[in-house]
């Protein structure tokens, strides 16, 4: 129905956390997923629909929520299959931050304008804490001439399965390698490189490395800068590790082979509860412009799946308000860097 947010994946753990702020605001909620007893016990008050992600986008076809909040990975392989299935009409956000699904809705760009359709990717810490402040030092200001993101995340573990979305993201990330922008185009480079030790402003030390990832592809969007870094304080840094990265990037490319080892990972328990190791989550951009001037700034937020599921929530709430505009979209872009600040983070600014 046209006032639904249907979220798919809400047993999950950003499915969990993403519910109950969608309900105290008041939306009408439906939960989507494999398990109806697993559904029944995160959400018993929601209507519920039981079914494989094929079985869930036949009813999302013939339904017409008003969104489809998605937190079912990999999104290289679901991303589009989910959009597809939205009717016209019928919005889409998921928190992705794998490179291809950032792709192949950018691809969709043109079909999701005839249809009245807006689709955001990344809605969560990977993507909104770099683009966010990115965005923020960019206004105002002319195109810049190069631009680096840091994501520097902080994350609390539970107890459970890794999870099919964690387990696509970093699978996605060993396959792809490094990635980089020069000349205006995507690249392949070396995994690991561009490595930089950072300070945030609390005293955190942290070396961060490039990544493919949607962060990369938001930063260049958001700023069209000819030469874009994307780091992660998650990458791999040493030379040894690095190393690995090259052979097993390329045993990850066969047919097949990423797709099993996402389904491994996915299952794997982590047996203890671990803190955040950092008080806070970071995200850091640096930007240069052909004048010469150079302006760096900091998000700052507190535990980073908390700040995703806030961030997940406030993007479908505010598609489902009829806030959105017809496209492919990441958050900041969207609805600007203010964004950060409604969903709990604050700017720390040169």
């Known amino acids: 129905m046209r006032d639904e947010i249907w979220v798919l994946g809400a047993t999950g753990r950003v499915g969990r956390e993403v519910l109950p702020r969608l309900q105290s605001a008041g939306a009408r909620v439906v939960v989507a997923g494999r398990s109806r007893e697993r559904l029944a016990a995160v959400a018993p008050e929601a209507r519920a629909v039981v079914g494989s992600v094929e079985e869930v986008c036949e009813r999302i076809t013939v339904e ?19 959009v597809r299935a939205c009717p016209s009409g019928t919005h889409y956000v998921d928190v992705s931050n794998e490179l291809s699904s950032f792709e192949a809705l950018q691809r969709m760009d043109g079909e999701l304008l005839g249809s009245g359709r807006t689709a955001v990717s990344g809605a969560g810490f990977g993507v909104l804490g770099t683009e966010g402040i990115l965005v923020r030092l960019l206004e105002g200001r002319g195109v810049p001439s190069a631009v680096r993101v840091d994501s520097i995340s902080s994350v609390a573990t539970e107890p459970g399965r890794v999870g099919e979305p964690l387990a696509a993201s970093i699978m996605s990330g060993l396959r792809d390698g490094g990635r980089e922008v020069r000349g205006g185009r995507l690249v392949r480079t070396r995994a690991g490189a561009a490595v930089e030790p950072l300070t945030s402003p609390d005293g955190d030390e942290v070396r961060t490395a490039a990544m493919s990832s949607g962060e990369l592809f938001a930063a260049w969007k958001a700023s069209g800068a000819s030469v874009v870094v994307g780091a992660s304080g998650l990458a791999p840094t040493g030379p040894i590790a ?12 066969a047919p097949g082979v990423a797709d099993f080892a996402t389904r491994r990972l996915a299952q794997i328990e982590v047996k203890k509860a671990k803190e955040r190791p950092r008080e806070s989550t970071w995200g850091h951009a640096r930007v240069e412009w052909p004048s010469g001037l150079v302006r760096e700034g900091w998000m700052r937020a507190g535990e980073a799946m908390d700040f995703t599921a806030a961030t997940a929530a406030e993007v479908a709430l505010r598609l489902a308000r009829g806030e959105g505009h017809p496209g492919a979209w990441t958050p900041a872009r969207l609805f600007g860097a203010d964004l950060v600040l409604a969903v709990g983070g604050e700017f720390v600014l040169d």
């Not at 969104?67 to 999104?75: A, D, I, K, N, R």
């Not at 690095?242 to 490319?253: D, E, N, T, Y």
């Open 64 to 82: 017409a929520p008003a969104v489809v909040l998605s937190t079912v990975g990999p999104y290289a392989s679901r991303a589009e299959q989910v």
């Open 242 to 253: 690095r190393a690995g990265l090259l052979g097993l990037g390329a045993v990850l490319r």
